[in-house]
């Protein structure tokens, strides 16, 4: 065989840098997505243009040890993530839960960051982690419009959901916020307290429409008006804020806050203007982050319970890729646990 270059000009013996998919791509002559399908086991790739392929990588010394698997098993043993708006409390823990679950069962992870919500970022997301080779998909996209734009998407391979609701519901695995909201406000309401306003989070969430419908669906069942709903931003800046319009609207005994973040930034505003909780006002958060058992009070919340549901998501992707039974439960219950930021009202 001629001898090949690296995609940098340099030779076999004097590469410059590690060769890649698409050098790979260029010295068979063929595109990057067919370089990928080689890897995959993709039954659709030609023989002879499976060879063409397995030639440049040998001689380019494309074979790292995921990749070298691969061309074995049919198996890259890498897992993509989609994600968007992984720096917030909830999406990072899920990310990190899925990575551990992944890592005990021998695959590693690879992560794409949506930069943008439009079905552009999103295909370019999606293609590049396919162009890695991974086997399945879960995707970390908390919001609607993502959401909405994976439905009219080709993923092509095995894929899992953590949020969506509807026609990829096959796919879905996710914490039940409905019942996590139901919790929170009936504890209040088990309280006694009656007048009761929601800080939800921002527009466009599912997480934030599933903690508001499930506040309506409770204060409904105890005949009461669930309309007092503030949109937050999921940051305690944005929680203080709402905190001093609350106290300059009228009277409220307690507030359930869509994640524990805004609670702590209403708290303090409370404080403030020398309310005390839950003395005077009852805070429950959701989320139960490390810091809540920390506040001051200690924070009432809606603790999910993150590495079974990381757990979960990849059993349930695994089960997809390897042709099994899928388990049946889809859907993580959370639990509430009760701090000092509540009380019977007074």
Not at 16 to 28: C, E, F, H, L, Q
Not at 153 to 175: A, C, E, Q, W, Y
Not at 286 to 300: E, K, W
């Given at each position: 065989m001629a001898s090949i270059?690296?995609?940098?000009?340099?030779?076999?013996?004097?590469?410059?840098?590690?060769?890649?998919?698409?050098?790979?791509?260029?010295?068979?002559?063929?595109?990057?997505q067919t370089v990928s399908r080689v890897l995959n086991g993709h039954p659709s790739i030609k023989e002879s243009t499976k060879q063409r392929v397995l030639d440049a990588m040998e001689a380019l010394q494309f074979r790292p040890n995921r990749a070298a698997r691969s061309l074995v098993t049919s198996r890259s043993g890498?897992?993509?993530v989609l994600e968007s708006h992984g720096s917030y409390y909830g999406p990072a823990s899920k990310l990190a839960a899925i990575e551990a679950a992944a890592a005990e069962a021998g695959y590693l992870v690879d992560t794409a960051n949506l930069s943008s919500m439009d079905d552009e970022s999103l295909s370019e997301a999606l293609d590049r982690l396919i162009d890695h080779a991974v086997e399945g998909?879960?995707?970390?996209?908390?919001?609607?419009?993502?959401?909405?734009?994976?439905e009219r998407?080709?993923?092509?391979?095995?894929?899992?959901?953590?949020?969506?609701?509807?026609?990829?519901?096959?796919?879905?695995?996710?914490?039940d916020q409905v019942a996590g909201a139901r919790l929170a406000t009936r504890h209040l309401l088990d309280l006694g307290h009656r007048n009761i306003v929601h800080v939800a989070g921002p527009d466009g969430w599912v997480e934030s429409y599933e903690r508001v419908r499930g506040f309506a669906v409770e204060m409904n069942a105890w005949g009461l008006d669930p309309s007092r709903v503030h949109t937050g931003d999921w940051t305690s800046d944005c929680g203080y804020r709402i905190g001093k319009e609350l106290l300059l609207e009228g009277p409220f005994t307690a507030v359930f806050s869509s994640n524990d973040?805004?609670?702590?930034?209403?708290?303090?505003?409370?404080?403030?203007?020398?309310?005390?909780?839950?003395?005077?006002?009852?805070?429950?958060?959701?989320?139960?982050?490390?810091?809540?058992?920390?506040?001051?009070?200690?924070?009432?919340?809606?603790?999910?319970?993150?590495?079974?549901?990381?757990?979960?998501?990849?059993?349930?992707?695994?089960?997809?890729?390897?042709?099994?039974?899928?388990?049946?439960?889809?859907?993580?219950?959370?639990?509430?646990?009760v701090r000092g930021s509540t009380a019977p009202v007074s």
């Open positions: 270059t690296n995609g940098s000009g340099s030779t076999n013996g004097a590469r410059a840098r590690a060769s890649n998919i698409r050098d790979v791509a260029r010295a068979a002559g063929v595109s990057h890498i897992i993509g998909l879960i995707i970390l996209a908390p919001q609607a419009i993502t959401l909405d734009a994976l998407s080709s993923i092509g391979v095995p894929f899992v959901t953590v949020h969506s609701t509807g026609p990829m519901d096959n796919h879905r695995l996710s914490v973040q805004m609670a702590l930034g209403m708290i303090h505003a409370f404080r403030e203007a020398g309310m005390d909780t839950p003395g005077d006002v009852s805070v429950v958060g959701f989320d139960d982050m490390p810091d809540a058992a920390h506040f001051a009070p200690p924070l009432t919340t809606v603790k999910q319970d993150f590495p079974e549901l990381g757990r979960a998501c990849v059993a349930l992707l695994l089960a997809q890729l390897d042709g099994r039974e899928q388990i049946s439960q889809k859907t993580v219950v959370p639990e509430l646990i």
